[in-house]
């Protein structure tokens, strides 16, 4: 299938260096690298030398480098040496092209749309989905008439999968709440048991949460000693016996933390265990013992500025819940995806003062720390994605897996169509490729990984536009079989 590409964005990074955008399209499939020009250059001298290229190349430039002019001339001079190159047989097919396109390593994989029976959900987008026994659970969302629902479904995972509505005691308590917002409520599977935080308030940002215990199925409101839970939640995720529910930014509440017992920061600190892999500096984790007391202290200073991000931890085993200020760099973003694996969420994409970002952040919920990533290479600026965690072989392969959601393409918002990774230990990005056709591209989707054993992600809902900008709600289930070696 005919490689196309084309250059005309650019970013300068620390006002430091240009990175020129590549955007690349094989039949349906689109998506784009980054590369500054010392890299495009390093590629000319390695075709000129080793295939006799005679391919023209501007030159270097040590000063002025970053005027606007010069940018502009160099991105004219880039299009026309790389579709020089794609005119070129001998050397569009060499190793050093597709390198340089990172064109290899792409993960695969087959869709398999799974067809329904039974009580099929309405239509919805931002449902909450987890698995329990081997089932796919659903819990509310936004129907096409923008009602906010509080139903529940689970769909079982054999070869003749059916649907079927759970009858929650007390469920209807629930809907007679006023109304929460899609940023706002977030829920997350624990002990048998799911929790939904709702904001029901949005004046107080009032968070309530509710509790199904899938022993006795009955459903009831949880009321927490401590802190109250009095910011927009975004994300939450089950570490060491603790629900841990990350703020966005809005007003904060007075924090009762200053006097937490040694004991107890120790406590908190131990519970860390980190991932073995590319996260952590080795030299680092030499020193981790000494230092990780003094860490968890500072990041447990309170706080009242409205524009830091809090964590409310919740201690199942007490039923308490304590406010914490979350160090590390601020995230400033919304709309971003969230995936939990252990130790770690992985924050990606978002808008910040609505421009899309491709920013990846971790965060170590032991610590309650923000981190940057730095991959070393990049992939969309995304916004209104969803992405899942991949893990093979004990943690050997670990893959965060990004999909749908929007993009910006040729000086237009529109869906995204690819599905890619992030390779956690190798820190680079990779395509996703699929063997066969697969669903339509959709935002406000939710994605799981079906099981820990499985190579398989799930993906339910969402909402498809059309060429025509109009907006098709769904309801369909699509398999994703990685084929991993």
Known sequence: MELNLDISHYRTIDKSYTEYKIDLKRGS?????????????????????????????????????????VILSRVSSLNKFMKAILKNEKLKGTDEFGEFLELGKPLQGTW????????????????????HNRHLYVFGGQDPEQNWLTDMYTLSMDEQPTWERV???????????????????????????????????????????????????????????????SKRIVSAAFHNEKI????????????NNDNESEEEIQSRTNSLSLVRGSLENKNKSQNQNQNQSSISRNSINTTNNPDQINAF?????????????????????????????????????????????DNLDVLKLGLLEFENINPKNYFEELSRHSSAILAKGMGRSIFLIISGGYAEKNNQTQLDQLMFCFDIHQMKYYRVLANEEGPLI??????????????KILIFGGIHMNNEKKFTYLNDVWEFTFHIK
């Open 313 to 357: 931890v919740i201690d199942l085993s007490t039923e308490k819940c304590k406010q914490y200020s979350i160090r590390g760099s601020l995230l400033t973003r919304n709309l971003c995806s969230f995936a939990s694996l252990n130790e770690y969420m992985y924050i990606f994409g978002g808008e910040e003062n609505e421009e899309f970002s």
């Open 29 to 69: 499939e689109t998506w784009c690298v980054w590369k500054r020009f010392s890299q495009f250059h390093s590629l000319s001298k390695v075709l000129k030398k080793k295939y006799q290229s005679k391919l023209p190349m501007p030159k270097k430039k040590r000063v002025g480098k970053l005027k606007e002019q």
């Open 167 to 229: 009858a929650i005691e007390g469920m209807e308590e629930v809907g007679e709440q006023k109304a929460h917002t899609i940023f706002s409520s977030v829920g997350v599977y624990a002990k048998k048991c799911f929790y939904y935080f709702g904001c029901y308030d949005e004046i107080e940002h009032e968070t309530k949460t509710w509790k199904i215990d899938f022993a006795n199925g009955k459903g009831q409101w949880c009321s927490w000693e401590g802190n109250k839970i």
């Open 112 to 131: 398999r749309e799974r067809i329904c029976t039974g009580e099929v959900p309405t239509p919805r987008v931002y449902p909450q989905t987890f698995i």
């Open 442 to 455: 959709r935002f406000g989707h939710s994605i799981i990984n079906s099981s820990n054993k499985d190579d």
């Open 244 to 255: 841990i529910l990350i703020s966005s930014f809005g007003p904060g509440s007075q924090n």
